[in-house]
């Protein structure tokens, strides 16, 4: 089993920021693309970001200069730094991961969600 467990939601003023972190663990034989997708109440999930085990990440253009999104290959584990918070980014985000487990066979996995609230 393959779990991926977030972190780091949670109220902020609008220009402020919040970093979100969501780690991997359980039957891990590889990782390829982690990233992140949001949903707001009654819209369907967008993705924000993703990022391969290299190369450039890709970004949603709704964030583009304001989110970054990285990796730390070694822990299993996406980061999504959040700068100049708008309230339309309130949302409930969700990280996303395509796994190899021992069978050596991808799978994609989705976290709980943590919910993201910024107020004007």
């Known amino acids: 089993q393959v779990q991926l467990v977030e972190s780091g939601g949670g109220l902020v003023q609008a220009g402020g920021s919040l970093r979100l972190s969501c780690a991997a663990s359980?039957?891990?034989?590889?990782?390829?693309?982690m990233g992140w997708y949001r949903q707001a109440p009654g819209k369907q999930r967008k993705m924000v970001a993703a990022k391969g085990k290299g190369g450039s990440p890709t970004y949603a253009d709704f964030v583009k200069g304001r989110f970054t999104i990285s990796r730390d290959n070694a822990k299993n584990t996406v980061y999504l730094q959040m700068n100049s918070l708008k309230p339309e980014d309130t949302a409930v985000y969700y990280c996303?991961?395509?796994?190899?487990?021992?069978?050596?066979?991808?799978?994609?996995?989705w976290g709980q969600g943590t919910q993201v609230t910024v107020s004007s």
């Open positions: 996303n991961a395509q796994i190899a487990n021992f069978d050596q066979i991808l799978r994609t996995y």
């Open positions: 359980g039957s891990i034989f590889s990782i390829n693309t």
